[in-house]
């Protein structure tokens, strides 16, 4: 088993950067692929990034956010580090770590064993 806890959300104004932390514990993190998904409201959750333990930590991100967020993983730490800059009020969602017992980079969400129980990211327009 894995957990996973996610912190840094919280209100920014459009423009402005954020940058969330998801902390695993429980299983050999260095061997998990990771990604960060997200749900606003009234909306499906979707793909935002991941990152894997393989390849030289090779990185994937939706169009909606590729050029301003940055995923990143320190094994040594066992986390995995989302940095979202020039944020949209579109960005406004609950954004959720997730690990998967892959190689690779996962993107869908049934790829993913693990879940974080999310955070809050609001953009002020």
């Known amino acids: 088993q894995v957990q996973l806890v996610e912190s840094g959300g919280g209100l920014v104004q459009a423009g402005g950067s954020l940058r969330l932390s998801c902390v695993a514990s429980?299983?050999?993190?260095?061997?998990?692929?990771t990604g960060w998904f997200r749900q606003a409201p009234e909306k499906e959750r979707e793909f935002v990034a991941t990152i894997s333990w393989n390849g030289g930590s090779s990185t994937y991100y939706a169009d909606s956010v590729k050029g301003r967020f940055t995923i990143s993983r320190d094994n040594a730490k066992n986390t995995v580090y989302l940095q979202m800059n020039s944020l949209k009020f579109e960005d406004t969602a609950v954004y959720y770590c997730?690990?998967?017992?892959?190689?690779?980079?996962?993107?869908?969400?049934?790829?993913?064993?693990?879940w974080g129980q999310g955070t809050q990211v609001t953009v002020s327009s």
């Open positions: 997730a690990a998967a017992s892959l190689a690779g980079r996962p993107t869908t969400q049934k790829q993913y064993d693990y």
């Open positions: 429980g299983r050999t993190f260095s061997r998990l692929a």
